[in-house]
């Protein structure tokens, strides 16, 4: 059964430290990778997602994530948090050949400290 | 401005009492898709519709039903709700994913309580 952990629930970083937050997958097939932001209250907007090639990817508001295929992971990252960035972030999978189902983990809450 | 829309926002209703909640996406989108969130829990696909009259179940389909009798609307129906469908719903839509393209956009959630 496919399967996506998010490890930590809560992470309170300072502002201007940086950031990394887990995602691990349990996927049988290639994975369609993808980190989703909730601000409060609000619906979900998608940061970065990785099909294929180059495993660093860039995503909006200074995100990257890196795939790594071995360890069954893609972390988001940014090098310097704002405190605009606090917010409910989402590790989701989707299968390459299904297109329709997608996976989500049950997501970390961003805290950051003035 | 491209967006998906669902309406109600916000409901309180009581066991038992049909209601339908709409989704609508002005993007020509083919697929569309119904999630709940739950804490703790993420977001679980309910329903999802690859396209007009083609639907399927996600992995929490139980006490839902969906339609799809136009493109641009897909509308969530409890025939029968119960308090553990109490939850925050989100629709998504992305366009026909033969084209490569996966990135799903999502509506801004309808919170539904059921007493």
Redesign the interface.
Known sequence: AQS?T?PD?HITVSEGASLELRCNYSYGATP?L?W?VQSPG?????LL?Y?SGDTLVQGIKGFEAEFKRSQSSFNLRKPSVHWSDAAEY?C?V?RAGN?????????TKLNVKP | EAQVTQNPRYLITVTGKKLTVTCSQNMNHEYMSWYRQDPGLGLRQIYYSMNVEVTDKGDVPEGYKVSRKEKRNFPLILESPSPNQTSLYFCASSPNRGQGTYEQYFGPGTRLTVT
């Open positions: 996506v998010q629930i369609y993808f989703y609000q619906g979900l907007q998608l997602k099909f989402f989701a989707g297109f329709n189902k997608f996976y989500f983990g049950s997501g």
